[in-house]
């Protein structure tokens, strides 16, 4: 499998470079040159693995330079770090409704699916290479990546991790966590700003070629752990292939039936990897991108235009407090016809005015449907669901509930349908406390409240975090954020 640019298709990559450039050299993002096609057989050798190994098999038909074997050790290997058995079980709610929880690992947040994997391939990667410089992760984050990266990356060999977060823009235990990292290579810092202007800084860095130059002097290449690195989205297209499959093996549904997956959505990786598998194959009827006030999403699928100049809301739900919606690009891509004409020109448009109108009819009427949840909808979806279901959900997902419940009233799809579950609901404490009507906004008191509310018990790594010290202090300007990294690589 080669990989090209979604700005440039003339030059072919293998997945080990594209890993570890992260980010192509003209400003696009990194695509398989074609998708591998789900055929019965495979489906059926799938249906008997475990998720480790479903992962690795669906990890090798993308990442072929590494061996089925090779990538088994770093499934096994990365997913040791979750609880439970199954690091993504299919939890039943209803009949015909079932959620896909993706946040049993070490950081709560489905964040860690994918970033336990990918210092394993990077570290992979530069091994098939022959490369032997060190490695500088640099990660722009809206609270959940960041954490999961500095997990992911620590004490790493040849690997340092520098992580950026909205300093005023992200919950108290996402702060937290963060600022409590400890690790011989990790670096934290907030920004002033939002999430936008965050990843904005970041993405200009990986393209200032005097710190290029600079970190070249001292011995490091930059890559990413952004869901714009290719790495970061492979292993997320093994859960909803397993999903299906734990469905069929559950008598939930019979081998070929479509099913509905519902994502709440910012960066758009996540459905974006749900998207890579219904390419492959896996019979999808519609996925259904669920956004919160942060809407911009909402009304390109709607209208087909995108347009960030528009207010910046925060909500209950930070991590999909985002306007610029990366991994949109590959999406474009695709709808394109794989026309890297049309998105050199698109996002040309989108740099100078902030946006770009693209063609509807490419976009809609297809598998996609789209649609947003305000606040009042996220609290009554999380009360709702745990008054009749007994299920506790947190402000991410809700919003993907509220905007199924939506989809659901308006239409009479009875298709069997899956609400990607993305966070720990302890993860954001004060605010499903609220929607339970307690009004708690100590993070400490919230969890144990939150504990006492439900039954349900607080996941350690968020209960310890009270006893850690804050070792991460530094705060900058975004304009300064390139200064910033040189100064924590010098002074390591
Ligand atoms: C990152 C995140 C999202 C959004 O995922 P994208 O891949 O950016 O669309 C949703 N929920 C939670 C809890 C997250 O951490």
């Given at each position: 499998m080669k990989y090209v640019s979604t700005r440039n298709t003339s030059r072919e990559y293998s997945a080990s470079e594209a890993i570890l450039k992260g980010i192509s050299d003209d400003g696009g993002l990194f695509v398989p040159s074609s998708f591998p096609n789900l055929d019965g057989v495979?489906?059926?050798?799938?249906?008997?693995?475990?998720?480790?190994?479903r992962a690795a098999k669906i990890l090798s038909?993308?990442?072929?330079?590494?061996?089925?074997?090779?990538?088994?050790?770093?499934?096994?290997?990365?997913?040791?770090?979750?609880?439970?058995?199954?690091?993504c079980p299919v939890v039943k709610i209803e009949d015909s409704l079932y959620m896909l929880e993706l946040w049993h690992g070490p950081t709560c947040a489905f964040k860690d699916m994918a970033l336990t994997v990918l210092p394993h391939l990077i570290v992979g990667a530069k091994r098939k290479l022959g490369l032997n410089e060190k490695t500088?992760?640099?990660v722009a984050t809206s609270g959940?990546?960041?954490?999961?990266?500095?997990?992911?990356?620590?004490?790493?060999?040849?690997?340092e991790v520098i992580v950026f977060y909205p300093s005023k823009g992200v919950s108290e235990v996402q702060r937290l966590q963060m600022v409590t990292q400890e690790g011989g290579n990790v670096h934290v810092a907030g920004i002033r700003g939002n999430f936008d202007d965050a990843q904005t800084a970041v993405k200009k860095v990986f393209n200032d070629r005097d710190i290029i130059d600079e970190l070249a002097s001292l011995g490091y290449?930059?890559?990413?752990?952004?869901?714009?690195?290719?790495?970061?989205?492979?292993?997320?297209?093994?859960?909803?292939?397993?999903?299906?499959?734990?469905?069929?093996?559950?008598?939930?549904?019979?081998?070929?039936?479509?099913?509905?997956?519902?994502?709440?959505?910012?960066?758009?990786?996540?459905?974006?990897?749900?998207?890579?598998?219904?390419?492959?194959g896996l019979p999808v009827n519609k996925l259904i991108i669920a956004s919160n006030s942060n809407n911009v999403l909402t009304d390109f699928f709607n209208t087909g235009v995108y347009d960030i100049n528009r207010i910046f809301y925060k909500t209950s739900s930070p991590s999909m407090d985002i306007l610029v919606s990366s991994n949109l690009e590959r999406l474009v891509f695709e709808a394109s016809g794989r026309d890297d004409a049309?998105?050199?020109?698109?996002?040309?448009?989108?740099?100078?005015?902030?946006?770009?109108?693209?063609?509807?009819?490419?976009?809609?009427?297809?598998?996609?449907e789209a649609g947003w949840a305000d606040e009042d909808d996220v609290m009554g979806a999380i009360d709702t669901f745990f008054d009749l279901d007994d299920y506790v959900m947190d402000t991410h997902t809700a919003v993907a509930a509220s905007v199924y419940n939506d989809y659901s009233c308006e239409t009479d799809d009875d298709t069997p349908t899956v609400i990607v579950s993305t966070a720990n609901p302890f993860k954001f404490?004060?605010?499903?406390?609220?929607?339970?009507?307690?009004?708690?906004?100590?993070?400490?008191?919230?969890?144990?409240?939150?504990?006492?509310?439900?039954?349900?018990?607080?996941?350690?790594s968020l209960a310890t975090l009270i006893d850690k010290e804050e070792i991460h202090s530094t705060v900058v300007d975004s304009a300064l954020v390139g200064a910033a990294v040189i100064n924590f690589v010098k002074n390591k």
């Open positions: 495979l489906f059926d050798s799938l249906l008997r693995m475990d998720y480790q190994e038909l993308y990442l072929d330079d590494f061996t089925f074997e090779e990538l088994l050790d770093i499934t096994n290997a990365a997913y040791s770090h979750f609880e439970g058995d199954d690091p500088l992760v640099l959940d990546t960041g954490k999961a990266a500095l997990e992911g990356f620590k004490d790493v060999d040849g690997t290449k930059m890559s990413s752990a952004n869901s714009i690195n290719w790495g970061r989205l492979a292993p997320q297209i093994a859960y909803y292939i397993s999903a299906y499959c734990d469905l069929v093996n559950g008598g939930e549904i019979a081998f070929g039936d479509k099913v509905n997956f519902v994502v709440p959505t910012g960066n758009f990786g996540n459905v974006l990897a749900g998207y890579y598998a219904y390419r492959m049309t998105v050199r020109k698109l996002y040309s448009d989108c740099a100078r005015e902030g946006k770009f109108t693209f063609d509807t009819d490419k976009i809609r009427g297809g598998v996609f404490a004060p605010s499903v406390l609220n929607a339970l009507g307690i009004h708690e906004k100590n993070a400490f008191k919230a969890l144990a409240k939150l504990q006492t509310v439900t039954a349900l018990d607080c996941p350690e």
